[in-house]
């Protein structure tokens, strides 16, 4: 197999919660990124894929070949990390079984609508948990819906 994209881990820091612009500048200065490339921050490192994929085109890509009546607003993720949010900021509602860095945990708390945390570390409701909260929070979606 092959991979689409590839990832530059920013070895000055052992903290996988390093700000997204702090980050991106420590790795690319004096870099400039070719046209057609896209890139986004996750846990630590910076990846780069072409422009045309990516989580949230992969999303719009679903959307369209099942047919969704409202595209995005038909829409739902599960997510956690920095190289989710454009994806999680596309779709109706993003499920967090856990906020692995810092710019989610800001989203999800300048939009608590969009970002709905799954996870209560007071109730133990962390990891699988939290993940299998997501899931049966998303299937109740879909019965409303019918």
């Known amino acids: 197999g ?3 994209m590839f990832r530059i881990k920013n070895k000055k820091s052992s903290n996988t919660k390093i700000g997204d612009a ?28 072409p422009s045309g994929s990516g ?13 969704t009546r409202d595209g995005p607003a038909s829409c739902v ?14 779709c109706r ?14 989203a999800a708390g300048a939009d608590p609508d ?5 996870f209560d570390e007071g109730a133990g409701v962390v990891g699988c948990r939290a993940t299998e909260r997501a899931l049966e929070m998303v299937l109740e979606q879909v019965r409303k819906q019918g």
């Open 93 to 106: 509602t993003a499920y967090l079984p856990s906020i692995t860095s810092d710019s989610m945990g800001a």
């Open 77 to 90: 993720c599960l997510c956690d990390d920095d190289n989710d949010l454009e994806m999680a900021s596309w």
């Open 22 to 49: 702090d980050l991106i500048e420590s790795i690319l200065k004096g870099l400039s990124v070719p046209e057609g490339i896209s890139y986004s921050t996750n846990l630590g490192c910076v990846d780069f894929y």
């Open 55 to 67: 989580k949230k085109n992969c999303c719009r890509y679903l959307a369209q070949k099942f047919g």
């Open 114 to 118: 969009r970002f709905v945390s799954t």
């Open 2 to 4: 092959h991979a689409t």
